[in-house]
């Protein structure tokens, strides 16, 4: 299976830009994806990576280094919307299965 | 364009009863997953239906089958309920893997069970 860590919490500034940090070991990787989780509500799709390198989606970017097990999701002009809970998600073509796995999520606290 | 919808949004049961979760997915998808996510914690993956057969299943007992019907949507059953099936259960749709490799989940707002 895989192992997945993200810190568990994260504050910054309005305005501000702020960087989560995923790392992951998994066997067979096949694609990393980030959701944003409003509290009560449901994961939303932010971005995708499975080749190395930033992929830029406005606001957001999202990084890859597949030799280094690791991704991170960049905010940039952070807005109190932003807000929310940031989950890491790794799926594994292991066994054929290609279920993404979930990490425990970081909690971005934005104050004025 | 209706996104995935569950039902119901929130159900209190006490031990030992039955519970079943519904979920209609996003229009065009085919795959349905199921996740079960305690508080403060990420989703874990119970199992995939997809044309009708659990194609995989995550780390979860028995007491939790499902079934996907011919028009996609999904029932989670669990049985036998215990104090830790409390959490949210979340629904999630996408197309099948195969023939869209970088479809994400699309996720329903899901169903909040308290067990008592």
């Known amino acids: 299976g895989q192992n997945i860590d993200q810190p568990t919490e994260m504050t910054a500034t309005e305005g501000a830009i702020v960087q989560i940090n995923c790392t992951y070991q998994?066997?067979?990787?096949?694609?990393l994806f980030w959701y944003q989780q409003h509290a009560g509500e449901a994961p939303t799709f932010l971005s995708y990576n499975v080749l190395d390198g930033l992929e830029e989606k406005g606001r957001f970017s999202s990084f890859l280094s597949r030799s280094k097990g690791y991704s991170y999701l960049l905010l940039k002009e952070l807005q109190m919307k932003d807000s929310a809970s940031y989950l890491c998600a790794v799926r594994d073509r292991g066994g054929g299965s290609y279920i993404p796995t979930f990490g425990r999520g970081t909690s971005l606290i934005v104050h004025p | 364009d209706a996104g995935v919808t569950q039902s119901p949004t929130h159900l209190i049961k006490t031990r030992g009863q039955q519970v079943t979760l519904r979920c209609s997915p996003k229009?065009?998808?085919?795959?349905v997953s199921w996740y079960q996510q305690a508080l403060g914690q990420g989703p874990q993956f119970i199992f995939q239906y997809y044309e009708e057969e659990e194609r995989q299943r995550g780390n979860f007992p028995d007491r939790f089958s499902g079934h996907q019907f011919p028009n996609y949507s999904s029932e989670l059953n669990v049985n036998a309920l215990l104090l830790g099936d409390s959490a949210l259960y979340l629904c999630?749709?996408?197309?099948?893997?195969?023939?869209?490799?970088?479809?994400?989940?699309?996720f329903g707002n899901g169903t909040r069970l308290t067990v008592t």
């Open positions: 998994t066997s067979g990787f096949n694609g």
């Open positions: 999630a749709s996408s197309l099948d893997r195969d023939r869209a490799p970088r479809s994400p989940l699309h």
């Open positions: 229009s065009g998808h085919d795959t």
